[in-house]
């Protein structure tokens, strides 16, 4: 699929905005579709499902956010980034556990927006067809055998760390909650000190300088995300 083929439905009620967008986009590739209503915008998909959804969380006949419940609770298989003039960390971890694949918020520069859509439409794409094999820099993980290297040299992680890793590594370049991560990895709310110190120990293990990570990085008072596969 080249860029020309991707189709992106923009939901935002700022007509600037769109235009923006629809300018912008359109010059790194996209097509583009709009919609300035939440209405609006449930016409579009089901007139035809687009590659991704630009969701403004402002709109005028329905929070953004419970656009976002509705569509995933719907199972809409779509990448959906949030673009959002909203800087709390509470409305970003809201849309992040709502189902959002990243958040972007306004003012913001076309290149990391288009950039966040192109790891947005990866991670989908690795999704359907995961590699058991995942590289980024010098480290790599086999999902397989659960083998992690960095460089030439075989890592030694406890089992929490793994499932950690493992889950970053299934969800590469998409912004993790804290809350998600303590669910998958104990299967309940657990203290968020517990999550920091075992990312930290694994920092430790698979960052060259652990205080600069490049592989894990922070979202503060949101969660990790680990760097995209290459």
């Known amino acids: 699929m080249t860029t020309s083929d991707i189709e992106v439905l923009v939901v935002d009620d700022e007509p600037a905005i769109r235009r923006l967008l629809r300018v912008g986009l359109s010059t790194e590739g996209y097509a583009i579709r709009e919609a300035a209503t939440a209405r609006e915008a449930i016409e579009r998909i089901a007139e035809q499902l687009p590659d991704l959804v630009v969701l403004d969380l ?30 709390d960390e509470a409305g ?25 859509l192109r790891v947005a439409l990866r991670h989908k794409l690795q999704q359907q067809g995961e590699k058991p094999i995942f590289q980024t820099g010098e480290l790599s993980v086999d999902l397989v055998k659960r083998i992690v290297r960095l460089g030439d040299r075989e890592v030694k992680l406890s089992p929490k760390e793994y499932d950690i890793l493992r889950i970053l590594v299934q969800h590469a370049g998409k912004v993790l909650t804290h809350q998600y991560l303590m669910k998958q990895v104990w299967g309940a709310s ?41």
């Open 58 to 87: 402002g709109l005028p006949d329905m929070p953004g956010q419970e656009l976002l419940r509705r569509w995933r609770e719907e199972a809409l298989a779509l990448p959906i980034v949030i673009l959002s003039s909203r800087t």
């Open 92 to 116: 970003i971890v809201e849309a992040l556990e709502n189902g959002a694949d990243d958040y972007v918020t306004k003012p913001f520069g076309m290149k990391e927006l288009a950039a966040r």
């Open 190 to 230: 657990a203290d968020v000190q517990y999550l920091r110190v075992y990312v930290r120990q694994l920092r430790q293990k698979i960052e060259r300088v652990p205080d600069q990570p490049q592989y894990i990085t922070t979202e503060t008072g949101v969660g990790y995300r680990l760097r995209e596969a290459e």
